[in-house]
């Protein structure tokens, strides 16, 4: 009785003040399927976070029938509506074989929006195109300075990725110290890459780089 009474007061809050949080909320206690309707809603009035999680919701397909067409469709309207995660989310759609959207050029334009509007995730796979020459030239140079401007973001996939350059030496001296200290917290999280990284040029062995200061960065 008591949570059907709870119930019937969040469904009245849609009918009146109605937040994205009253809708996760809802989710959270009952289930998708009784915050879908709150999202929908919000989702008409532009609530980014209500369009993002329905895209999200369509896409994973856990809880109602999967719709990539219809999660695609709403992750362009946040796109354009400036919500950096909904075009990376959007550029994986583009980037993934199992996409029937599959395009890597389209997901290389679509991950370059968000880049430049220095979303981290999105300087991380753009940095990723470019060490790979993915659509374009492969430049470790500039595959380095977007690592670099993710990493100082605290993205540990990107710090993943720089221990990789310095320890193989593609766009910048090699330098095991720091990719030690690159890789360190990765490895202890166990980030595939970073423990790839790790292993497979035993950075465990080097002393940290005491030279971070010497040149254009600081520790990550």
């Known amino acids: 009785m008591i949570k059907k009474i709870i119930v019937s007061t969040i469904l009245i809050c849609s009918l009146n003040a109605m937040t994205f949080n009253d809708a996760k909320q809802a989710e959270e206690e009952y289930g998708v399927m009784k915050a879908l309707s709150m999202y929908k809603t919000l989702a008409k009035q532009n609530d980014i976070q209500s369009i993002f999680r329905l895209a999200i919701i369509y896409s994973n ?10 999660s695609k469709e709403l992750l362009e309207k946040a796109s354009k509506l400036n919500h950096h ?9 583009y980037l ?11 997901a290389f ?6 880049s430049n509007e220095n979303y981290a995730p999105a300087q991380n796979m ?3 195109f470019f060490a790979n020459g993915i659509v374009v030239e492969t430049d470790y140079k500039k595959a380095v300075n977007l ?7 605290g993205l540990v996939d990107a710090q993943c990725n720089l221990a990789f350059m310095y320890a ?5 001296f090699p330098n095991f110290g720091r990719a030690h200290q690159f890789a360190k917290k990765g490895y202890e999280e166990e980030n595939k890459k970073c423990k790839k990284v790790w292993k497979d ?9 005491k030279g971070w200061k010497f040149n254009f960065y600081t520790k990550p």
Do not use: W
Request: aromatic share 14%; proline share 2%.
């Open 147 to 153: 690592f670099e401007k993710a990493s100082k973001q």
């Open 85 to 93: 995660k909904s075009t990376y989310y959007l550029g994986k759609l």
């Open 201 to 209: 040029y035993n950075l465990n062995k080097y002393a940290k780089d």
């Open 109 to 114: 334009n679509t991950f370059i929006k968000a």
């Open 61 to 70: 397909g856990k809880h109602i029938k999967r719709n990539l067409s219809k």
């Open 126 to 128: 753009i940095g990723q």
């Open 96 to 106: 993934s074989k199992k996409s029937p959207y599959y395009d890597l050029t389209e």
């Open 168 to 172: 193989s030496g593609k766009g910048v």
